[in-house]
């Protein structure tokens, strides 16, 4: 069975750094995208960031600059760099990992950061 484990939320002040990992384990396939998703109080569940396979990366606007995604493909890790962090970006973040070309996709189950202007 497939689990995802986010780590390393919080709370942190503006303008700090926070570096979000999460580990996935039973992983009986080959991994394609990777992304993290947040979402806000009020919102809906959005894109923060993503990495495919072949290492290209995609980037939300709001964190363009300020965020950096990585992945560890031997050890099924994914990263997010949170640099110069801001209140509104406050939220619960998620992990995905796309099984490779399969359409399928693993959540893991959320952690929170929490941003004090």
């Known amino acids: 069975q497939v689990h995802l484990v986010e780590s390393g939320g919080g709370l942190v002040q503006a303008g700090g750094s926070l570096r979000l990992s999460c580990a996935a384990s039973?992983?009986?396939?080959?991994?394609?995208?990777m992304g993290w998703y947040r979402q806000g109080p009020g919102k809906q569940r959005e894109l923060v960031a993503s990495?495919?396979?072949?290492?290209?990366?995609t980037y939300a606007d709001s964190v363009k600059g300020r965020f950096t995604i990585s992945r560890d493909n031997v050890k099924s890790t994914l990263y997010l760099q949170m640099d110069s962090i801001k209140p509104e970006d406050t939220a619960v973040y998620y992990c995905k990992i796309d099984r490779f070309y399969a359409g399928v996709s693993y959540w893991g189950q959320g952690i929170q950061v929490t941003v004090s202007s």
């Open positions: 039973g992983v009986f396939f080959t991994i394609g995208t």
């Open positions: 990495s495919s396979r072949g290492g290209d990366t």
